[in-house]
């Protein structure tokens, strides 16, 4: 059974970073492309970023470009996202999904982005 | 850009009702879409991928159909479980977007 973990959300003002991580169990973790999905409050689901399965190549959606980098290691079954000065409207729970098409998801985790 | 359009936002349904949501893509996307249900304070879940087929374990009572630009998720006889949102994706070309999102309530 698939398994993501996602951690490392949390509360930071606003210009600041944060790391997420999320951890896979239960399926082939170098064979899958992986995705970040966002969520802010009481709004839709938000695509973010994917990565390919060796990291080469990588898609994000415009309003993060420069700012996010996604990544991810193989040998710790571990896919990242790397968010540098943030803004308020990044306030959103972010979730991790397996594949382009997010056949399976994380349970997520909250990032609030406030002075 | 992809643009998908999600119709209605919202509706209201009784337990056993046939319901029927629509999303309309700005440019032609194959059948590369799917369909997913958020209950609230839970993660999404997948129902539906490449427009028309049941994710493992989905019961036979969610269906979805369409190619090119419109599609359609239907639930048959709708159960207490199946209120909740449901958000169409377009994993075609990136930047992956997603509709609006259906509130499904109960009447």
């Known amino acids: 059974e698939v398994h993501l973990v996602e951690s490392g959300g949390g509360l930071v003002q606003p210009g600041g970073s944060l790391r997420l991580s999320c951890a896979a169990s239960g399926f082939t973790f170098s064979d899958s492309w992986m995705s970040w999905v966002r969520q802010a409050p009481g709004k839709g689901l938000e695509w973010v970023a994917t990565?390919?399965?060796?990291?080469?190549?990588?898609h994000y959606v415009d309003s993060v470009k420069g700012r996010f980098t996604i990544s991810r290691d193989n040998a710790k079954n571990s896919l990242y996202l790397q968010m540098n000065s943030l803004r308020t409207e990044d306030t959103a729970v972010y979730y991790c999904?397996?594949?382009?098409?997010?056949?399976?998801w994380g349970q997520g985790t909250l990032v609030a982005v406030s002075s | 850009d992809v643009q998908m359009t999600q119709s209605p936002s919202s509706l209201s349904a009784s337990v056993g009702d046939r319901v029927s949501i629509t999303c309309r893509a700005s440019?032609?996307?194959?059948?590369?879409l799917g369909w997913h249900q958020q209950k609230p304070g839970k993660a999404p879940k997948r129902l539906i991928y490449?427009?028309?087929t049941l994710q493992s374990g989905v019961p036979s009572r969610f269906s979805g159909s369409g190619s090119g630009t419109e599609f359609t998720l239907t639930i048959s006889s709708l159960q207490p479980e199946d209120f909740a949102t449901y958000y169409c994706?377009?994993?075609?070309?990136?930047?992956?977007?997603f509709g609006g999102g259906t509130k499904v309530e109960i009447k």
């Open positions: 999904a397996r594949w382009a098409n997010l056949e399976s």
């Open positions: 440019q032609g996307i194959r059948n590369d």
């Open positions: 990565i390919s399965q060796d990291g080469s190549a990588t």
């Open positions: 490449s427009a028309s």
């Open positions: 994706l377009q994993n075609n070309s990136f930047p992956r977007t």
